[in-house]
């Protein structure tokens, strides 16, 4: 198993958020993460990160428990977090984003993903390597910055709504990108996702938080047939 969640509880401050969250996910499967505004989303993922510690429960990665991990040392085994809003330099050009985060990123003699790899992925970034990264479309930031979370060697990818705020037909993009890179590198990804019906068209399976607690997980298949749409 790529990434078990067993039973985590997490929350800020006194205030308990997460309650005993477990999930499973294998490499190259895209899991989608729903639920309404405060359902512990982010927390979810933030948690798997370690920017919040959890405060019971375990969290391990290929295996091998992730708790007493500092981020740092998670993203040296694969886990990488595209946060809600755009995580890029907005100063800095895109290829100096791209060179940047290539310089910490690709350290091991192979690389899933190099500069190049990620400029074919989005041949516009190519198009754009000069340009200031503030100054690039919506859509074209969030490649960026997916391809910033891929750059190296990812193993767990933690999206956070990276389509916020696009047009339809990049939304669709987008996700599909997200599906082909998992499917095709054997990476995992957990997707939170607004957009239910795209969320649905990408991912392996879904899980749907309310109030901390996990309320539906199921194919995208079992989630036509049943009380789903409820939770939204
Ligand atoms: N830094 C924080 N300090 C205190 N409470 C927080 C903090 N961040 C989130 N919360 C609270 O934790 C709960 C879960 O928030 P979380 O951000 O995980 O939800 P979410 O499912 O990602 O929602 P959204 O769809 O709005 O992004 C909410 O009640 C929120 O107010
Ligand atoms: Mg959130």
């Given amino acids: 198993m790529l990434l078990s969640l067993q039973n985590i509880e997490a929350g800020y401050g006194k205030k308990k958020i997460l309650?005993?969250?477990?999930?499973?996910?294998?490499?190259?499967?895209?899991?989608?993460?729903?639920?309404?505004?405060?359902?512990?989303?982010?927390?979810?993922?933030?948690?798997?990160?370690g920017d919040l510690k959890t405060t019971a429960g375990s969290i391990s990665l290929n295996g091998k428990p992730m708790d007493r991990l500092s981020t740092t040392q998670r993203v040296k085994?694969?886990?990488?977090?595209?946060?809600?809003?755009?995580?890029?330099?907005?100063?800095?050009?895109?290829?100096?984003?791209?060179?940047?985060?290539?310089?910490?990123?690709?350290?091991?003699?192979?690389s899933l993903f190099t500069r190049d790899d990620v400029l074919s992925i989005f041949p516009v970034l190519a198009e754009r390597l000069e340009s200031r990264s503030g100054d690039l479309s919506g859509g074209q930031q969030?490649?960026?910055?997916?391809?910033?979370?891929?750059?190296?060697?990812?193993?767990?990818?933690?999206?956070?709504?990276?389509?916020?705020?696009?047009?339809?037909?990049?939304?669709?993009?987008?996700?599909?990108?997200v599906r082909t890179v998992c499917k095709e590198k054997q990476v995992g990804a957990i997707l939170v996702e607004q957009n239910v019906g795209a969320a649905l068209e990408v991912s392996d399976y879904i899980v749907v938080l309310n109030a901390g607690e996990i309320v539906f997980r199921g194919t995208p298949e079992d989630a036509r047939g049943t009380d789903f749409w409820e939770y939204f």
């Fill in 19 to 49: 309650n005993s969250i477990s999930m499973d996910i294998e490499a190259g499967q895209v899991v989608a993460l729903l639920g309404h505004n405060g359902a512990g989303k982010s927390t979810t993922l933030k948690s798997i990160m």
């Fill in 77 to 110: 085994q694969g886990v990488r977090m595209l946060p809600e809003g755009r995580g890029v330099f907005a100063d800095l050009s895109v290829g100096e984003n791209i060179d940047v985060v290539a310089a910490a990123n690709c350290t091991h003699a192979t």
């Fill in 142 to 177: 969030q490649m960026l910055a997916f391809s910033l979370a891929i750059l190296g060697n990812p193993a767990l990818l933690l999206l956070d709504e990276p389509s916020v705020g696009l047009a339809p037909n990049l939304v669709e993009r987008l996700l599909q990108q």
